[in-house]
C-alpha cells in the first residue's frame, strides 16, 4: 500500500504541466504570476504574458530600447521583430525639435492576444526610458 501511493505521489508529480507564462502586470502594481495558460481573465486584469524560458531575451531586447531612448540613438526608422511568442514592434516619429520612439509589444499566446503600449511619442524619450527602466527594474526583483 505504500508502495503504490509514493508511485502515485512520483507519477503524479511527473505528469504535472509546468508554468509556461509569467505574468507581468503593466502597472506594476501585483507581483509576478506563472501560469500554463493565459485566459481573457489575465487579459483584463492588466497582465501582460511572456512566455517563460524567454523572458530574459524578452528583458534583453527592453533594455536596448531603454538604452535607445536614454541616449537619443534612435537610428532606425522602423522595427518588427519576435522573440519567441512577443513581438516588438517601433516606429521613429520625427518632431520638430527631436525624434521620438513608439513601440508597441504584443503576445500571443495561444487563443489570447494582448498589447501594451511600451514607449509612447507623445511623452520625452528620457521619461519613456525612465519608465521602461523602473518596469524592468519590477521585473528583475520579482522574477523567480
Not at 104 to 115: A, E, P, Y
Not at 125 to 139: D, E, F, G, R
Request: charged share 25%; with cysteine; net charge positive.
Amino acid at each position: 500500500m505504500k508502495l503504490f501511493l509514493l508511485l502515485t505521489l512520483v507519477l503524479s508529480s511527473v505528469l504535472c504541466n509546468a508554468q509556461k507564462y509569467i505574468l507581468i502586470d503593466k502597472k506594476m502594481r501585483m507581483p509576478l504570476a506563472y501560469t500554463d495558460n493565459v485566459t481573457v481573465v489575465h487579459s483584463y486584469k492588466g497582465y501582460f504574458a511572456v512566455e517563460k524560458i524567454k523572458v530574459k531575451q524578452v528583458l534583453a531586447e527592453i533594455e536596448k530600447i531603454a538604452q535607445k531612448l536614454s541616449t537619443g540613438n534612435i537610428v532606425d526608422d522602423s522595427f518588427n521583430y519576435k522573440v519567441g511568442r512577443t513581438s516588438f514592434v517601433g516606429l521613429k516619429i520625427p518632431l520638430a525639435k527631436d525624434e521620438r520612439y513608439d513601440v508597441v509589444l504584443s503576445t500571443d499566446c495561444g487563443q489570447i492576444k494582448s498589447r501594451m503600449h511600451l514607449s509612447d511619442a507623445k511623452i520625452t524619450n528620457s521619461s519613456n526610458a525612465y519608465y521602461i527602466k523602473t518596469w524592468l527594474k519590477y521585473i528583475r526583483e520579482n522574477l523567480k
